[in-house]
Nanobody
Framework: QVQLVESGGGLVRAGGSLRLSCAAS????????MGWFRQAPGKERELVAI???????NYTDSVKGRFSISRDNAKNTLYLRMNSLKPEDTAVYYC????????????WGQGTQVTVSS
């Protein structure tokens, strides 16, 4: 089992910045890929960014150049630095981790709200 706990969400004005954190605990040795998803009201959950244990990253087009994903494997912590925030970035942001070494389960955090005012 892996537990994920997000922090760092909040209210920010357009153009501002936030940094989200996700602390993983439990069977963290099982994790390979970690990432951030988001879900806006009335919309489906979408991928924001992912990062592998080796540091390979991928971003959805709408956040490229503005968001940066990173992870500290020693601290079992995932980060998302969000710059130049836009109102359309408003959503609940969820931390994600897979576990290909331990049955392939997907794990999710409880979510943290990010609200960007215009």
């Amino acid at each position: 089992q892996v537990q994920l706990v997000e922090s760092g969400g909040g209210l920010v004005r357009a153009g501002g910045s936030l940094r989200l954190s996700c602390a993983a605990s439990g069977d963290t040795f099982c994790i390979f890929t970690m990432g951030w998803f988001r879900q806006a009201p009335g919309k489906e959950r979408e991928l924001v960014a992912i990062i592998t244990t080796g540091g390979s990253t991928n971003y959805t087009d709408s956040v490229k150049g503005r968001f940066s994903i990173s992870r500290d494997n020693a601290k079992n912590t995932l980060y998302l630095r969000m710059n130049s925030l836009k109102p359309e970035d408003t959503a609940v942001y969820y931390c994600y981790a897979d576990s290909p070494l331990c049955g392939g389960y997907d794990y999710w955090g409880q979510g943290t709200q990010v609200t960007v005012s215009s």
